[in-house]
């Protein structure tokens, strides 16, 4: 994926993702360019998969590409340096350049355009946007520096033409405390390792989701996972580290192999004495009952005999 860079104002670069980008000194332009010798509608960028060219709109406007005037068309490459009136802009593939370097200089970004060497003293960019997704699996993903805007409008320094995404959908803001993202009020929401956030500071590993859109944040400093290895324990920190429970629970028992005999269960005094007060009371009706029945015959047989 291509990028077009600005030498000589203060626009963000712009990733050229979009089939056509109108350039032009009038407002309805996909990219106004206030420099003299820009007329209303000045040139087109159309793009065709890995094919970038460049097509003048007007004819009175003056294009040139590495110094040769373009009459009508040019096919763009990387390291093609594009004058529009007064205006500069430069085509350049991150891929092939290396560590991030300062473009603010336009004596820098022509010589840096076609360098793959990083200069001495100067660091890649400290934050980095791995896609998750296969729609941009072209894409190796994308630096973080300074501050960043994501969305689909063409103003933004992360332009992703996907209709979920809101114009200006989140910021990102790198300083030497860190990367911090910020949604800016969009609809569809901007996600950390799956909660729904407002401004968060990130770190190396999180996932970053805009709706369906998923990136990997990675730290320059901390590309890959290290596991810290603690030294080993000498027998003394390791008898200090197991608790008495746990030496207790481990001593095997005195009596291992030996089957204890079944514990029956005992009657407490309480029960004993229910017991014994129903046995008394069974023992009262018995006697009552045979005693009634006994009358019952001494009567009978005095009634007969008289």
Same mark, same amino acid.
């Given at each position: ?49 890995? #094919?970038?060219? %460049?097509? *003048?709109?007007?004819?009175?406007? &003056?294009?040139?590409?590495? $110094?040769? +005037? =373009? ?90 033409? #996907?209709?979920? %995404?809101? *114009?200006?959908?989140?910021?990102? &803001?790198?300083?030497?405390? $860190?990367? +911090? =993202? ?101 023992? &009262?009706?018995?006697?009552? $009952? ?17």
């Amino acid at each position: 994926m291509l990028q077009l860079r600005f030498t000589n104002s203060a626009k963000p670069a712009m990733w050229l993702v979009a089939p056509k980008y109108t350039f032009g000194s009038k407002h309805d332009c996909d990219c106004v360019l206030a420099q003299p010798g820009v007329v209303e509608h000045h040139a087109d960028i159309i793009v065709e998969g890995e #094919a970038v060219s %460049l097509v *003048r709109i007007d004819g009175s406007a &003056i294009i040139q590409v590495n $110094g040769h +005037t =373009v009459a009508a068309s040019q096919v763009l490459k990387p390291g093609d340096l594009i004058s529009m009136g007064e205006a500069e802009l430069a085509i350049a593939d991150p891929k092939q350049e290396g560590p991030k370097r300062d473009f603010s200089d336009k004596t820098n970004l022509r010589s840096a355009l076609n360098l793959k060497s990083v200069p001495e003293g100067e660091a890649e960019a400290p934050w980095h946007l791995r896609p998750l997704n296969t729609t941009l699996a072209k894409s190796d993903g994308f630096d973080l520096h300074g501050t960043m805007l994501l969305g689909r409008s063409k103003e933004c320094d992360i332009c992703i033409p #996907a209709s979920h %995404l809101s *114009r200006k959908h989140a910021k990102f &803001i790198v300083t030497d405390a $860190g990367l +911090t =993202v910020e949604d800016l009020g969009s609809s569809n929401g901007t996600f950390i390792n799956g909660a729904r956030i407002e401004r968060i500071s990130l770190h190396h590993g999180d996932e970053v989701s805009f709706d369906t859109l998923r990136f990997r944040v990675e730290a320059a400093s901390n590309v890959e996972d290290v596991t810290t290895l603690r030294a080993a324990l000498d027998e003394t920190q390791i008898r200090q580290a197991v608790t008495p429970k746990q030496i207790e629970r481990q001593k095997p028992s005195s009596g291992a192999g030996r089957k204890s005999p079944p514990v029956r269960p005992r009657l407490s005094s309480a029960s004993t004495g229910r017991s014994n007060d129903d046995s008394s009371a069974d023992t &009262i009706k018995l006697l009552l $009952g045979a005693g009634i029945v006994i009358g019952v015959v001494a009567w009978l047989a005095w009634f007969l005999l008289t």
